[in-house]
C-alpha cells in the first residue's frame, strides 16, 4: 500500500513568506499555466505512453539510480518533484520505482496540480522551488526531480535554492535537475523565439558552480533524442503557447501569428509532412554526501 502524508509535514513552517506574498510571486506562472493545462498533455513534448517519454523516464530513472552501474532506490524511499506539474512524472517515479511513500509534488501553478491531486499516491504542494526549498525539513529526501523547472526560478536564487534542497536531502540522495541548453538546440524557432530563448535560459556552468557550492557533488551529461513530428504539431505547440517561450509576456497575438509564418517559410517538410530535429536535454546528476 501507498502511504500517503500531508504536504504539511514535509514543510518548517516557523518562518514562511505570507500568502499574499507568495501569490504575488507566482501570478505571472499561474495565468500561463492555467490557460495552457487543458493542452498540455496533446502536445508532442508532454504526450503520455509515447516513445519520447519513455526515453525521458528511463534516463531520469538511470541517473536517479535505477541503472545497471547504479543502486537502485529502496521502496521506502521518499521522493519529491519539485515542479511537478500534473504529476505524470511523478506518477511515473513510484511506479517504476515501487515506492511505498506518496511523492510529493511542489509546483507553482495550482491549476496543474489538481491535475495531480486525481493520481493515487501523490501528494501536492503549491509554491515556488526557492520557497519550498527554504521550508523543506532537514535531511527528509532521497530523492528530488527538477525536470524544466530551473527556467522559472530567478536567477539570483538559483544558490539558495539548492542549499535548501542540500539541507532537505539524506546523506547519499539524488538531486537531479534537468534542463534544454541555451544554445545547443535545434528547435524550428524563427527570430523571435531564438532571441527569447537564448534571453529566458540558464548558463549552464553558472547553474552547476551553484550545486556544488551549495555543497553537491555533480555530474553534467548530455543526452540526445531524434525528433520526427508533423509540421502541424509544432505549430500547433507554438500557437497554443505551451512552453512560456510563446507567453503573451514575450510573444503578442501579431508576434505570434507572424513566428508561425516565419516557421512555415523557414522549415520545409518533407512528403508526410514532417520536420526533424535533434532533443537535446542536460541531466545535472548532484549527488550529497
Given amino acids: 500500500p501507498v502511504c500517503v502524508s500531508r504536504a504539511a509535514d514535509f514543510l518548517d513552517t516557523a518562518n514562511p513568506m505570507s500568502a499574499e506574498a507568495i501569490a504575488h510571486m ?24 509515447t516513445p519520447f517519454e ?5 534516463h531520469i530513472l538511470k541517473k536517479f539510480g535505477d541503472g545497471p552501474d547504479c543502486v537502485k532506490p529502496q521502496k521506502t524511499a521518499k ?4 515542479g511537478a506539474g500534473t504529476g505524470r512524472f511523478a506518477t511515473l517515479l513510484r511506479e517504476r520505482l515501487e515506492l511505498e511513500q506518496s511523492v510529493l509534488c511542489v509546483d507553482l501553478s495550482q491549476s496543474m496540480l489538481d491535475e495531480a491531486k486525481l493520481q493515487d499516491g501523490l501528494e501536492t ?10 521550508q523543506a525539513p532537514e535531511e527528509t529526501f532521497d530523492r528530488i526531480l527538477c525536470k524544466e523547472t530551473i527556467m522559472l526560478v530567478p536567477w539570483s ?21 534537468v534542463c534544454r541548453p541555451r544554445e545547443r538546440v535545434e528547435y524550428p524557432f524563427g527570430e523571435r523565439a531564438r532571441k527569447v530563448w537564448v534571453e529566458k535560459s540558464r548558463d549552464l556552468e553558472l547553474l552547476a558552480k551553484d550545486m556544488t557550492t551549495a555543497g553537491f557533488d555533480v555530474d553534467v551529461k548530455y543526452e540526445n533524442f531524434p525528433v520526427t513530428m508533423k509540421q502541424a504539431d509544432w505549430l500547433s505547440f507554438v500557437e497554443n503557447r505551451i512552453w512560456t517561450t510563446f507567453a503573451e509576456s514575450n510573444f503578442s497575438d501579431e508576434h ?11 522549415y520545409p517538410v ?18 550529497k554526501q
Fill in 79 to 82: 521522493c519529491c518533484d519539485v
Fill in 125 to 134: 504542494l503549491c509554491l515556488g522551488a526557492t520557497e519550498f526549498a527554504r
Fill in 270 to 287: 518533407d512528403s508526410d509532412g514532417n520536420i526533424s530535429f535533434s532533443e537535446v536535454m542536460v541531466f545535472f546528476r548532484a549527488v
Fill in 54 to 58: 519513455k526515453w525521458y523516464i528511463d
Fill in 26 to 49: 507566482q501570478k505571472p506562472t499561474n495565468e500561463h499555466y492555467k490557460a495552457v493545462c487543458n493542452d498540455y498533455h496533446k502536445s508532442w513534448f508532454y504526450g503520455q505512453n
Fill in 157 to 177: 536564487e538559483h544558490l539558495e535554492m539548492y542549499q535548501g534542497l542540500h539541507r532537505s536531502m539524506k546523506s547519499g540522495g539524488v538531486c537531479l535537475t
Fill in 256 to 266: 505570434l501569428n507572424a513566428e508561425i509564418e516565419e516557421i512555415k517559410q523557414k
